[in-house]
T-cell receptor, first 113, second 109 residues
């Protein structure tokens, strides 16, 4: 079974530029999560989708971050414009059902300079 | 809001037993997960508790007390490869999954 795919693996941009991350969850997984993990901290939930609908985006900085999951399969997370404090690993995860484990992708390491 | 607390760092000796505690205060509770994360890698699932009590899986066990908002992860017969961060995560309503800050465990010879 293929895992959660994310791209790119690494990205370096200058502040005020824009960037987009892509995630393809495990086939058939209805729930998709985007997390931000700053070095030395636990993952922080940014947004959660159930199929193509948003379940929770309460911690998403909506003035600069946006996410979509068209057709309820793959998803993109965008930052525009980026700030220095956005430097982090962006993790995508998916799960098939309620009360089951989430499977994580390898993440995208973003460095804003 | 969600509040999930874990110790920041722990050190233990190879072959020993270590217990990593997690306390939580969340709006809603549907279960508690433990994940392992090696440096530079993605978190991987270790255990899941939804009912009070102990779940054992090889060298790893996890305990939950819902009334106390408390869980621990017990690692036995520690090996060097167990050096990693251990993340406690609470699942609330609507399948939300919130993580604590993680405990970085260092196993020394």
């Amino acid at each position: 079974e293929a895992g959660v795919a994310q791209s790119p693996r690494y990205k370096i941009i200058e502040k005020r530029q824009s960037v987009a991350f892509w995630c393809n969850p495990i086939s058939g997984h209805a729930t998709l999560y985007w997390y931000q993990q700053i070095l030395g901290q636990g993952p922080k939930l940014l947004i959660q989708f159930q199929n193509n609908g948003v379940v929770d985006d309460s911690q998403l900085p909506k003035d600069r971050f946006s996410a979509e999951r068209l057709k309820g399969v793959d998803s993109t997370l965008k930052i525009q414009p980026a700030k220095l404090e956005d430097s982090a690993v962006y993790l995508c995860a998916s799960s098939p059902l309620w009360n089951t484990e989430a499977f994580f992708g390898q993440g995208t390491r973003l460095t804003v300079v | 809001g969600q509040n999930i607390d874990q110790p920041t760092e722990m050190t233990a000796t190879e072959g020993a037993i270590v217990q990593i505690n997690c306390t939580y205060q969340t709006s809603g509770f549907n279960g508690l997960f433990w994940y392992q994360q090696h440096a530079g890698e993605a978190p991987t699932f270790l255990s899941y508790n939804v009912l009070d009590g102990l779940e054992e899986k090889g060298r790893f066990s996890s305990f939950l007390s819902r009334s106390k908002g408390y869980s621990y992860l017990l690692l036995k017969e520690l090996q060097m490869k167990d050096s990693a961060s251990y993340l406690c995560a609470v699942q609330t309503g609507a399948n939300n999954l919130f993580f604590g800050t993680g405990t970085r465990l260092t196993v020394i010879p």
